[in-house]
């Protein structure tokens, strides 16, 4: 067939598809494609006009030519999964839906009707997802389950699609083999409990110090020799701190106003790296104020949160978990898992904040870290001028 010809079926095809006669469609693009020389396109035409005739067999054998040259197209991916749909099969219209929803995110504009596509698919994945969780859900019950552990509602969430795999993603350095654990029991630490147990006192040391605002500065603050990563809270008093030890130095005129906080730091797994730690300070969030979600710089450490003066409405998220805030009961996470807080109350939050080693990290491990990370901040980068 000449290509003059064949033009001119393809012609015919779009037209009648765009005035709605699907047979005058078929019958052009199936000549077309009976010529050995169609076009994914010619074959993607003819999948609409048999969708539109109700033929999904016919459908699905020629979307299925498009996917053998072009596996990524989100026309295609979305229509076989209606047609998996109408056969009932969730599990293989949700396969191609996503696939089919990934990949037309990926397009900076959605042409032709793939958006009235895309809002169809989104809702027919959630459908299957429910009737899914209904069914588990029956499963479950029928076994005798009644509380669904954390883990497996995690695990749950993450095949659904409903959360990412969260993972430690430390911004500076990363260091191998370390559980993947955003949250650790305090019961696991024995020097909690004495903690917990000064939680009054503590919190009256840091409310007089809170009383005269000496010695409290913006949390994040711009470092000259350092590109700034462009924090929302940069020089943000709605985030401050009051030190009682920076960059591994005890700051006095702040210390000596905490003493009972200082002689209880002073027995806890606080990593001593020269100019690094001990790390230790009062973390203060004004009300309304969110910490966006970040990492930390290191997954070797974790993070204690000791709370001393929590209004309602505080709440820290670590990895997939978000925590009530609670006054006097102690928070210990690994900050290279993405984190995030807020302060939803109407007076300040404010947490005893330090850091320890990780408990799998032997010691021979804790003296090679010890080491390198003393070189790295004793190192000084020669001057180009």
């Given amino acids: 067939m000449q290509m003059q010809t064949l033009e001119a079926e393809a012609q015919r095809g779009v037209a009648a598809l765009q005035r709605g006669d699907f047979a005058e469609a078929r019958d052009a693009f199936s000549t077309v494609t009976a010529s050995g020389a169609a076009t994914p396109q010619s074959w993607l035409f003819l999948a609409q006009a048999c969708e539109g005739l109700a033929d999904f067999p016919a459908a699905a ?47 900076d504009q959605l042409p032709g009707d793939l958006p009235d596509r895309v809002r169809k698919a989104e809702a027919a994945v959630a459908a299957a997802e429910a009737r899914f969780e209904a069914q588990l ?24 699609g409903k959360q990412p795999v969260y993972l430690q993603q430390p911004t500076s350095f990363y260091f191998p083999g370390l559980p993947q654990m955003p949250w650790y029991p305090r019961d696991m630490f024995p020097w909690v409990a004495e903690l917990e147990k000064a939680v009054p006192e503590m919190r009256a040391e840091v409310e007089r110090a809170l009383a005269d605002q000496q010695g409290i500065e913006p949390y994040v603050q711009e470092e000259a020799k350092r590109a ?42 606080i990593p001593v790296i020269k100019h690094r730690s001990p790390m230790a300070l009062v973390s203060i969030l004004k009300p309304g104020t969110h910490i966006p979600p970040h990492h930390g710089m290191l997954n070797t450490r ?30 210990i996470f690994d ?43 004793g190192y000084d980068a020669p001057s180009k001028d």
């Fill in 61 to 107: 054998s020629a979307l299925d030519h498009v996917l053998a040259s072009d596996p990524g197209n989100p026309f295609v991916l979305l229509m076989k999964g209606d047609i998996h749909a109408r056969d009932g099969d969730d599990r293989a219209s949700v396969s191609f839906y996503r696939m089919g929803l990934r990949r037309a995110a990926e397009l």
């Fill in 137 to 160: 859900e029956r499963t479950l019950a029928e076994r005798g389950i009644r509380n669904i552990p954390q883990r497996f509602a995690e695990a749950l969430a993450i095949a659904s």
């Fill in 228 to 269: 700034s990563r462009g924090h929302s809270l940069l020089n943000d008093a709605s985030w401050s701190a009051f030190h009682l030890y920076k960059g591994g130095e005890r700051v006095e005129e702040n210390a000596a106003r905490c003493p009972l906080i200082m002689r209880l730091l002073e027995v806890l797994p």
């Fill in 302 to 331: 974790l993070i204690c949160h000791i709370p001393l003066v929590v209004p309602t409405g505080c709440r820290l998220r670590v990895g997939a978990e978000t925590r009530e805030v609670v006054e006097g009961q102690a928070m």
């Fill in 335 to 377: 900050d290279s898992f993405e984190h995030e807080a807020w302060n939803d109350g109407d007076a300040v939050r404010a947490v005893l904040l330090f850091e320890i080693w990780r408990p799998e990290i032997s010691e021979d491990e804790k003296v090679a870290l010890t080491a390198m990370f003393e070189a790295v901040t």
